[in-house]
């Protein structure tokens, strides 16, 4: 019985770990201005960004991003949290978490 209760309490504190957010799970996010040719078209946009929170990292997978829907990454404006996405919201507009 006793060893029942160990057990039990060991998979519900291995569940825990698994569920609580880490400091490297923070949620990562860059601005970033692209455009598009024939016509020219520009926009100013908003994406989630995985893994290292940099602008090498969100440079190397918006380009691929926008690529894949006819548009060319200009700059990556910078990199941010979830605490920076609220001011961007209205200024990103249709492009806000698009890509």
Not at 35 to 49: S, T
Not at 80 to 96: I, P, V
Request: proline share 2%; with cysteine.
């Amino acid at each position: 019985m006793y060893m029942k209760h160990i057990l039990l309490s060991l998979a519900a504190a291995g569940l825990l770990a698994l569920s609580a957010p880490s400091a490297q799970a923070a949620e990562c996010f860059a601005d970033y201005k692209a455009k598009q040719e024939n016509p020219l078209r520009l926009h100013y946009g908003v994406a989630q960004v995985s893994g290292d929170c940099s602008r090498a990292t969100a440079q190397s997978q918006l380009t691929k991003r926008l690529a894949a829907q006819g548009w060319t990454l200009l700059t990556v404006v910078s990199v941010f949290g979830e605490d920076g996405l609220n001011q961007r919201k209205e200024s990103a507009g249709k492009n806000f978490l698009r890509f």
